[in-house]
C-alpha cells in the first residue's frame, strides 16, 4: 500500500516562497499522474496543479498559474510544488495525491486519485 507524505510547509509573509515536497514511499508512482490540492479554513477542497507521468505535461489552476511550478522526481519519487510570489489567499492545508492511472476523467476531479498524503500547512501574512 503507498503512502504519500508532505513536508515543507510553514508560515511566509506575502510576496514570499515556499517549496513543497511530497515523498512516496511503499509503492512506485512513476505511472501516476500527481497532483497537489489545497483546503482553506471553511472552504472545500480544491485542485492546486497536477503533473503527468512523464513531467511532459503540467496544468495549473488560474488562481496559481505563473505563481506555482509542479515537478517531479521519479528516481526519487518525489513530487514537488514551487511557491512563489504567495498571497494571503494562499493560506491552506496543501495535500499530495496521486490520480488512478486509468482515469480519464478531467484531472482536477480529487474523487479520481486514489491515494492522500495528510497535508502540511501553509500560511503567508499579509
Known amino acids: 500500500q503507498g503512502q504519500l507524505v508532505e513536508s515543507g510547509g510553514g508560515l511566509v509573509q506575502a510576496g514570499g516562497s515556499l517549496r513543497l515536497s511530497c515523498a512516496a514511499s511503499?509503492?512506485?508512482?512513476?505511472?501516476?499522474?500527481m497532483g497537489w490540492f489545497r483546503q482553506a479554513p471553511g472552504k472545500e477542497r480544491e485542485w492546486a496543479a497536477s503533473?503527468?507521468?512523464?513531467?511532459?505535461?503540467?496544468y495549473y489552476a488560474d488562481s496559481v498559474k505563473g505563481r506555482f511550478t509542479i515537478s517531479r522526481d521519479n528516481a526519487k519519487n518525489t513530487v514537488y510544488l514551487q511557491m512563489n510570489s504567495l498571497k494571503p489567499e494562499d493560506t491552506a492545508v496543501y495535500y499530495c495525491?496521486?490520480?488512478?492511472?486509468?482515469?480519464?476523467?478531467?484531472?482536477?476531479?480529487?474523487?479520481?486519485?486514489?491515494?492522500w498524503g495528510q497535508g502540511t500547512q501553509v500560511t503567508v501574512s499579509s
Open positions: 511503499g509503492r512506485t508512482f512513476s505511472s501516476y499522474t
Open positions: 503533473i503527468r507521468w512523464s513531467s511532459a505535461y503540467t
Open positions: 495525491a496521486a490520480r488512478n492511472p486509468r482515469s480519464i476523467a478531467t484531472i482536477s476531479l480529487s474523487n479520481e486519485y486514489d491515494y
